[in-house]
């Protein structure tokens, strides 16, 4: 396992469609972090994971957005009916233990037409 | 709400010169504090960090410098080398709010060679 693998790299929706951002963490890590950059914009946390739970979803917005880090395969980011608003790169980290140690992956861009 | 912000945008420095990136925080509660290097396309990745109880670290060419009463830190990368070109984030960690990143919005480092 190289490092944190997310798929698609890149994703294109049209308006009112699903989009499904996918993030394996590196082996041996159990916590999983999502982030959201925005055009010239800094990485803003979105949500923290562990196997099963979710452990802070403060930064998610309320609606159309969800996630999930099940017991087996990768976690999933979700978001219902994309908006032009929602294209940005999303950005998946991992860790071992609770600590400020993350790794990152490559990211997927997720543009909305 | 920024409570990570890092003011200057861009930096073009020369090739072999220092380049010096700041950051400035306003929460007090910070346990860590990160720097990442980020190439187009690709995740952010781990440069140097800092406990708010110290007030440098070294490694290699980077060194970090941390001015608790002030709330700023800096970065340091001397000799600066064209490879060093890329956009560079000052992040914090509290323990204490939960596993989570702040990010400051990012300085765009080019190193003319």
């Known amino acids: ?113 | 709400d920024q409570q990570v912000k890092q003011n200057s945008p861009s930096l073009s420095v020369q090739e072999g010169r220092i380049s010096i990136l700041n950051c400035d925080y306003t929460n007090s509660m910070f346990d860590y504090f990160l720097w990442y290097k980020k190439y187009p396309a690709e995740g952010p990745t781990f440069l140097i960090s800092i406990s708010s109880i110290k007030d440098k670290n070294e490694d290699g060419r980077f060194t970090v410098f941390l001015n608790k009463s002030a709330k700023h830190l800096s970065l340091h990368i001397v000799p600066s080398q064209p490879g060093d070109s890329a956009v560079y984030f000052c992040a914090a960690f509290d323990k204490a709010a939960g596993n989570k990143l702040t990010f400051g919005g990012g300085t765009r480092v080019l190193v003319k060679p």
């Open chain 1, 1 to 113: 396992n190289a490092g944190v693998m997310q798929n698609p790299r890149h994703l294109v929706r049209r308006r009112g469609q699903e989009a499904r951002l996918r993030c394996s963490p590196m082996k041996g890590h159990s916590h999983v972090y999502w982030y959201r950059q925005l055009p010239e914009e800094g990485l803003k946390f979105m949500v923290y994971l562990q196997k099963e739970n979710i452990i802070d979803e403060s930064g998610m917005p309320k609606e159309r957005f969800s996630a999930e880090f099940p017991k087996e395969g990768p976690s999933i980011l979700r978001i219902q009916q994309v908006v032009r608003g929602d294209s940005a790169a999303y950005f998946c980290a991992s860790t071992f233990g609770s600590n400020y140690g993350y790794t990152f992956g490559s990211g997927t861009r997720l543009t909305v037409v």
